[in-house]
């Protein structure tokens, strides 16, 4: 029985990776309301529960780490039909090798050199393969985007993906009587972070001038449904990450320039706020009681983080990638399993050995990253993630009068956010969150390359114009600047 369904799961991947992505790539040639639906549909799509766009081949169900077995990601079928679109149209911009790519697979391939002291080859290879193959959304997202409505196709699907995340959050709260709601995601923090990543960013864009007031209208909705996913999720950090982002976002706006619609945003945030914060206060009380104890010895978090600084001291090149779970329990290895037993025994719990075979992996992000794989990755990783904030910053500078400045703004607050927080959620390992930061990366990448190429400009005051050769699509004029796309 299990053979035969490894062959099924076999077949539908090469069917969809062979098959499903060139004929997408075809079909979306010339046909820029297929590609502009799909960059929507990706965004829609990973809201939903992983098992809709993902299927594991040579799964171990009982492992607990990154990946259980060696993950397909649906999503990457579309992104490999935008990438042979590209090949077949070659518009003007496409690249292969976009901004970051590098970077990125020099952090997958320092990761892999792991597996010279890993527990487990093969569980090192799976993580090889989840992580190097999600790099088809990166370079996907930047080549299917042509011009700024490219751009708001993608936002759209990512405010509909928020809209019925917020409606799971209401029904799980008010009709199943769930205590911290989770919806369709493993568990509620890495949604709580999903949500004010995409949030944030749909608050930014519905601050921009030039956006019209319909969307504008979406987006800060959709942000909206953003605050209730968290505020349902009771995640302490990532509600006042999110609360941090949005005064900075505000701020940032405000000092722009104070508009009807800011002050509008201003004061229905106000408002709303207040509202859903009495609606939820018994359940944030309750969860802020119940963590009244805050030495940083009782914490799950302390002793997980503290194997995973005995696994870099015994091998600075790390123990494997996605190895973590092998290593800190038995009967594999005993050494960092025993750390994790002797503090709870001292906590006065009964040790039972069998109780200790599949062990939590550490919650941070970069303790994780060390333990695994070492510095050399550690390093890599940062470099990639630094560099995204750099070409945000750049971005939002050169386009500082323009819709593009305002969304790169709120990736931006989002990414940096994000970052931080990871030293507390490993996040960005789990294939949703994962999924959705490659997405933006992509956005990133095409608007840096619009910058280095100069396709898009904008005029200020009443100098010297600089015209493009077809106007940007769903931008109106300004009074003292435009922004304008050369596709």
């Known amino acids: 029985m299990d053979a035969v369904k490894f062959i099924i799961k076999a077949l539908v991947i090469i069917v969809g990776y062979l098959g499903i992505a ?6 979306m040639v010339n046909r820029p309301w297929l590609r502009k639906f799909l960059l929507a549909f990706i965004a829609f799509m990973v809201v939903r529960p992983p098992g809709n766009f993902t299927l594991m081949l040579y799964s171990v169900d009982w492992y607990r780490g990154h990946t259980k077995g060696f993950e397909f990601n649906f999503l990457e079928i579309i992104c490999i039909g935008f990438i042979i679109a590209g090949l ?3 518009p003007r911009g496409f690249k292969l090798l976009t901004p970051g790519i590098i970077i990125y697979l020099g952090y997958c391939f320092a990761s892999l050199l792991s597996i010279v002291a890993s527990y487990n080859g093969i569980f090192v290879l799976m993580g090889f393969f989840k992580f190097t193959k999600i790099a088809f959304i990166m370079v996907g997202v930047a080549n299917a985007i042509r011009d700024e409505n490219d751009l708001q196709w993608l936002l759209r699907g990512f405010a509909m993906a928020l809209f019925i995340q917020a409606v799971v959050c209401l029904k799980m709260r008010y009709i199943d009587g769930y205590y911290q709601i989770s919806a369709w995601f493993e568990h509620q923090n890495p949604m709580a972070m999903w949500s004010y990543m995409v949030g944030l960013i749909l608050l930014a864009v519905a601050l921009s001038k030039d956006i019209r007031g319909r969307d504008a209208l979406i987006y800060f909705s959709a942000f909206a449904a953003a605050g209730i996913c968290i505020v349902f999720s009771v995640s302490r950090a990532s509600l006042a ?21 800011r002050l509008a945003v201003l004061l229905t945030l106000t408002a709303g706020g207040s509202f859903v914060l009495l609606m939820a206060m018994d359940t944030l009380i309750s969860r802020f009681d119940s963590a009244a104890d805050n030495v940083p010895e009782n914490d799950l978090r302390w002793i997980l983080n ?12 790390g123990i494997g990638w996605n190895n973590f779970g092998v290593a800190n329990s038995r009967p594999v290895e005993t050494k960092y399993s025993r750390m994790l037993e002797q503090w709870n025994a001292k906590r006065g719990h009964t040790i039972v050995a069998e109780h200790y075979y599949a062990n939590p992996l550490t919650e941070s992000h970069y303790w994780l990253l060390l333990a695994e794989t070492g510095y050399l990755s550690l390093i890599c990783f940062l470099l990639f993630a630094l560099a995204t904030l750099y070409w945000c910053l750049r971005g939002i500078w050169t386009y500082r009068r323009s819709f593009l400045g305002f969304l790169l703004l709120g990736i931006g607050m989002a990414f940096a956010i994000t970052y931080l927080h990871s030293n507390l959620e490993r996040v960005l390992t789990q ?12 956005v990133i990448a095409r608007i840096e390359l619009w910058r280095r190429s100069g396709k898009i400009t904008y005029q200020k005051g009443r100098g010297k114009k600089r015209i493009s050769r077809k106007p940007m699509a769903r931008s109106r004029p300004r009074k003292r600047f435009f922004a304008e796309t050369i596709q």
């Open 22 to 27: 060139p004929t997408l790539g075809y079909l």
């Open 88 to 90: 077949l149209e070659k």
């Open 241 to 261: 990450a999110f609360a941090a982002g949005t005064i900075a976002l505000l701020s940032i706006s405000l000092l722009r320039g104070v508009t009807p619609r």
């Open 306 to 317: 503290q194997q995973a600084r005995a696994m870099l001291n015994d091998s600075p090149v």
């Open 431 to 442: 294939t949703k969150n994962l999924t959705t930061w490659m997405i933006l990366v992509g």
